[in-house]
């Protein structure tokens, strides 16, 4: 069966990295585009980034354009997400989703609905 399985949340200071990792099996990640979402507690969950699987292009929210950066490596079935200058307002669950054809001009990419596969999601906390 098909799985997404997030990776390398934890507590980091305002100001700091994190790198966050997607691990996709079962093919699941070959020909999808992936995505990131957050979810802050009582919040909705809103779209982070996503990047497609045909060329690579990304898109990102503009709350973290400049400081977050989405990649992929399909030889390892593996989507990253390198979060720099980290705020207060980026703590939260952080989920990553895969769907055919989602992140392209024609789609927004960063909504939720337009993703079937999701993972579990790992917490980060932007904290002193």
């Known amino acids: 069966q098909a799985q997404l399985k997030e990776s390398g949340g934890g507590l980091v200071q305002p100001g700091g990295s994190l790198r966050l990792s997607c691990r996709g099996s079962?093919?699941?990640?070959?020909?999808?585009?992936i995505a990131w979402f957050r979810q802050a507690p009582g919040k909705e969950r809103e779209g982070v980034s996503c990047?497609?699987?045909?060329?690579?292009?990304?898109k990102y929210a503009d709350s973290v354009k400049g400081r977050f950066i989405i990649s992929r490596d399909n030889s390892m079935n593996s989507a990253y997400l390198q979060m720099n200058g980290l705020k207060p307002d980026d703590t939260g669950v952080y989920y990553c989703?895969?769907?055919?054809?989602?992140?392209?001009?024609?789609?927004?990419?960063?909504?939720?609905?337009?993703?079937?596969?999701w993972g579990k999601g790992t917490l980060v906390t932007v904290s002193s």
């Open positions: 990047i497609a699987s045909s060329d690579g292009s990304a």
């Open positions: 079962g093919g699941i990640l070959d020909y999808n585009d």
């Open positions: 989703a895969a769907d055919f054809m989602t992140c392209r001009e024609n789609r927004n990419g960063l909504e939720s609905h337009e993703y079937r596969s």
